[in-house]
């Protein structure tokens, strides 16, 4: 329930959950998250810093897309100090009128595309990198 969730968890953590779920929204209320990143935003609203998974270590930057090409188009490029692509985010919107980054990571060694988050919490200077997969019942 959603009351349930906020008076648990607090409201701060209630804007990362629903961002989180936000982006697979078939599964609302179905899904188990975990942090698999913090990002810092710089002047030019580049975002930088890491993401860390069992298989994933790395540095990564947030590139904004100045000019895109369509209104599906992503807002940012995902990229490794390398310049190795790993994905994109898109700007979105909750249904409480929360704005957060819906991500996409994907590369030719994933078994799948990782969904992500990149929401703000309150309190917190980072930005936060949100995974989440749906519950099996």
Do not use: C
Request: net charge negative.
């Amino acid at each position: 329930m959603p009351g349930q969730v906020q008076d648990d968890l607090g409201p701060v953590l209630l804007i990362a959950i629903e961002a989180a779920m936000d982006a697979r929204p078939q599964n609302r209320g179905k899904t188990d998250m975990a942090t698999i990143g913090s990002f810092t935003r710089t002047q030019d609203n580049t975002l930088v810093g890491r993401i860390n998974t069992l298989t994933i270590q790395t540095r990564a930057t947030l590139v904004p897309i100045p000019m895109r090409t369509n209104d599906n188009a992503p807002h940012y490029r995902i990229v490794t100090p390398k310049g190795v692509e790993l994905g994109a985010a898109w700007m979105k919107t909750s249904d409480m009128g929360n704005e957060y980054l819906s991500v996409q990571l994907d590369d030719p060694s994933f078994t799948s595309t990782i969904y992500a988050s990149l929401v703000e919490v309150e309190g917190e200077r980072e930005l936060q990198l949100l995974w989440s997969r749906p519950r099996r019942d």
